[in-house]
């Protein structure tokens, strides 16, 4: 059984930082490629940024690339997000989820099996 909570969200100004963590608990953490995903109200999911097991390779969307961070602590099972630079237009609900075992690691949704319960970021001008 996977179970994912995030944490790390809030509220915070235009250019500000913010990191999320995701602590999951289940088997095989350190195989599976984690990823982050965001929904806004009246808007659909979308994929942030993704990290494979192993040595970490990540993958980004590019309305985030060079402002967002993923990583994974495999120690803690933790995953991360660091956001920088923020904008109004990051304001979303920030989900963690996970895969099974084995796969490419992109950020498409609909291959991800398990998902947290999203924590809220909100970005203000």
């Known amino acids: 059984q996977v179970h994912m909570v995030e944490s790390g969200g809030g509220s915070v100004q235009a250019g500000g930082s913010v990191r999320l963590s995701c602590a999951f608990s289940?088997?095989?953490?350190?195989?599976?490629?984690m990823a982050w995903f965001r929904q806004a109200p009246g808007q659909e999911r979308e994929g942030v940024a993704s990290?494979?097991?192993?040595?970490?390779?990540?993958f980004y969307a590019d309305s985030v690339k060079g402002r967002f961070t993923v990583s994974r602590d495999n120690t803690k099972k933790t995953l991360y997000l660091h956001m920088s630079s923020l904008k109004p237009e990051d304001t979303a609900m920030y989900y963690c989820a996970a895969r099974q075992v084995g796969g490419a690691c992109s950020i498409r949704e609909t291959d991800f099996l398990y998902w947290g319960q999203g924590t809220q970021v909100t970005v203000s001008s």
């Open positions: 289940g088997n095989n953490y350190n195989g599976r490629c």
């Open positions: 990290i494979y097991p192993g040595f970490g390779s990540t």
